[in-house]
C-alpha cells in the first residue's frame, strides 16, 4: 500500500488534485509525485498530504469536544475516549426529536451507534431526524414502538440504526424505563404485563364511627398497597392513619361514595383505599361494586386498594362490624338460619355474608330435640362438611339442646347446607348466626 493510491485526491496516473485549503499556486493539479521526475513537485504533493493528515487529525479531536494540544502525542486516543464523536444535544419535540452532529454525519449506516442528550420527553411513538437525513421510527429494544416515557428530558440517549427496520433502536436512556423483548425464559426481564402485581392491606383496623356507627366507618392500616387498573402501576403508603369513609357524602368523592346516587337498602357496600400520586394523598371510597372492577374514582385519584365490605340494613344503616386484617366480626351474631330439615337443604348466607367472600364463620347458636321415652337422645346436626352432635340418657322426653361450636366454611356462592340427623329422639329444630367473613383484601 502506498499513500500516493490511497489518499483521495490523487489518481494512479500520479497526478495530484491538491484540497480547498492549499494556497495558490499550489492549488492546481500537479503531475509528478509517482514517477519520481519532479522533486519539487512531488515536495509539494507530500507537504499537502501530510496537511490533509493534519487537518482530519484536527479535525477528529476538535469534533470529540477536546482542545489541539500540540505537546499531546494521544490526541486520538483521548478523542476516543470521550466519545463525543458520536455524541450531541438532541432538540426537537416530545415525539419528534432532532440532534445534529458536528461535522454532519452524510448518511445512515447500518449498525451506526449515536449517543445524544434528549431535548423532550416523548409521550408515544416517536422519531429521530439526525443531521436533517429525514425523520425516522424509534423503536425499542423490543423492536416495538415507543409508547411514552422511554425517553427522558435531560437523559443520554443511546440508539442504534437499524436498516432492516429502517428504525433507529433506542438501547437505553438514562433516567426512563426500558422496552424489552417479552421474557420467555426463567433469568429474562420480564415485561410489565407479565408481571403480577396487586393491590393489598397489612395490619388493617375498621369499625364503624362512635360519632356516626350507621353512615360512617373508619379504617387504619399498618401499609397500603394500592394499584392502577389501567396501568397495573403499584403504590405503597405505610402508616395510613385513621380515615373516615362516609356512606351519606355523595361522589364520586374522595372519604364519600363513588357515586351521587344514595346505596340501595339491604345490599353491600364495598369500602376502598384510593390514591392520588399527583397530590400523594391517600383517601378511602365506599362503592357499591365489587373487586375485580373496583370503584369510579373521583378526579386525579388513579389507584385503589380493598378494604372490605359492610351490609347495609333495610333502613340505609351499616351494620356493626369489626375488621382485623381479612377478617370482619359481628358486634352482634345474627341468625341466617332457623331451621328443621332431616334431608340436605340449602340456605344463603347473602344477608351476612358478601358476594365476595373467601370464608364465613357459622356459629351454633341452638340445636335442640327431645329424648326418647325413655330418656335416651342421640343427634347430629351437618352444616356443609361442619357436624355437631349430642347423645346419651336423661329424664323421659326431655328438650336437649347445645350451642356455641363455630367453624370456617368457604363461601361458595353465598350458600351453603344443612340436615339433622336423628338417631334417638324426636322434634329437632337448629339456629345458625353468623359470627364473620373473611375478605381478598392481600390482609389474609
Not at 480547498?20 to 498530504?49: K, L, S
Not at 449498525?111 to 431526524?129: D, E, Q, R, Y
Not at 356507627?213 to 394500592?226: M, N, Y
Not at 347446607?417 to 329422639?425: E, V
Request: charged letters at 10%.
Amino acid at each position: 500500500m502506498d499513500l500516493i493510491t490511497h489518499i483521495p485526491g490523487i489518481a494512479n496516473s500520479g497526478q495530484f488534485n491538491p484540497g480547498p485549503n492549499t494556497p495558490a499556486p499550489w492549488n492546481v493539479p500537479i503531475v509528478g509525485a509517482v514517477d519520481g521526475n519532479g522533486p519539487a513537485n512531488a515536495t509539494r504533493n507530500m507537504a499537502e498530504i501530510y496537511n490533509r493528515l493534519l487537518f482530519a487529525h484536527a479535525a477528529l479531536v476538535e469534533a470529540s469536544g477536546l482542545p489541539i494540544d500540540n505537546a499531546d502525542w494521544a490526541q486520538l486516543v483521548h478523542a476516543f475516549r470521550t466519545n463525543g464523536l458520536i455524541y450531541a444535544v438532541g432538540a426537537g419535540a416530545a415525539n419528534v426529536q432532532t440532534v445534529s452532529y458536528t461535522p454532519g454525519l452524510k448518511a445512515l449506516v447500518d449498525g451506526m451507534v449515536l449517543w445524544f442528550k434528549a431535548g423532550a420527553t416523548n409521550t408515544g411513538p416517536a422519531t429521530l431526524n439526525v443531521n436533517g437525513l429525514g425523520a425516522k421510527a424509534v423503536v425499542g429494544a423490543g423492536h416495538a414502538p415507543l409508547q411514552g416515557g422511554e425517553i427522558s428530558l435531560g437523559g443520554k440517549c443511546l440508539v442504534l440504526w437499524n436498516s432492516a427496520l429502517d428504525s433507529f433502536v433506542l438501547v437505553e436512556c438514562t433516567g426512563a424505563p426500558l422496552q424489552v423483548a417479552a421474557a420467555s425464559q426463567p433469568q429474562h426481564a420480564p415485561q410489565f404485563g407479565q408481571v403480577q402485581s396487586g393491590y393489598g392491606v397489612r395490619g388493617l383496623v375498621g369499625a364503624n364511627n362512635a360519632g356516626a356507627p350507621t353512615t360512617q366507618f373508619d379504617w387504619r392500616a399498618d401499609l397500603v398497597e394500592l394499584r392502577n387498573p389501567v396501568t397495573g402501576a403499584t403504590s405503597a403508603v405505610a402508616n395510613v392513619a385513621t380515615l373516615t369513609t362516609s356512606i351519606a357524602t355523595a361522589g364520586p368523592a374522595a372519604n364519600g361514595r363513588d357515586q351521587a346516587a344514595a346505596f340501595t337498602p339491604s345490599t353491600w357496600v364495598h369500602f376502598y383505599f384510593i390514591f392520588n400520586p399527583t397530590t400523594s394523598t391517600i383517601a378511602t371510597i365506599s362503592s357499591a361494586t365489587a373487586p375485580p372492577v373496583g370503584p369510579m374514582l373521583p378526579a386525579g385519584y388513579t389507584a385503589w386498594a380493598y378494604a372490605g365490605a359492610v351490609v347495609l340494613s333495610a333502613a340505609t344503616q351499616l351494620a356493626a362490624v369489626k375488621y382485623r386484617g381479612a377478617w370482619a366480626t359481628y358486634d352482634v351474631p345474627a341468625a341466617i338460619l332457623s331451621g328443621s330439615a332431616v334431608v340436605l337443604t340449602p340456605f344463603s348466607t347473602a344477608a351476612l355474608v358478601p358476594p365476595n367472600a373467601l370464608e364465613y364463620k357459622p356459629l351454633i347458636s341452638n340445636f335442640a330435640f327431645s329424648s326418647t321415652a325413655g330418656g335416651v337422645y342421640s343427634g347430629t346436626l351437618f352444616v356443609d362438611s361442619y357436624q355437631v352432635g349430642i347423645s346419651g340418657t336423661g329424664a323421659a322426653s326431655a328438650v336437649v339442646s347445645c350451642s356455641g361450636g363455630a367453624c370456617m366454611l368457604p363461601n361458595a356462592g353465598q350458600s351453603s347446607s344443612y340436615r339433622i340427623n336423628i338417631a334417638s329422639g324426636s322434634g329437632p329444630t337448629a339456629t345458625i348466626q353468623v359470627q364473620g367473613f373473611k375478605v381478598p383484601n392481600g390482609g389474609e
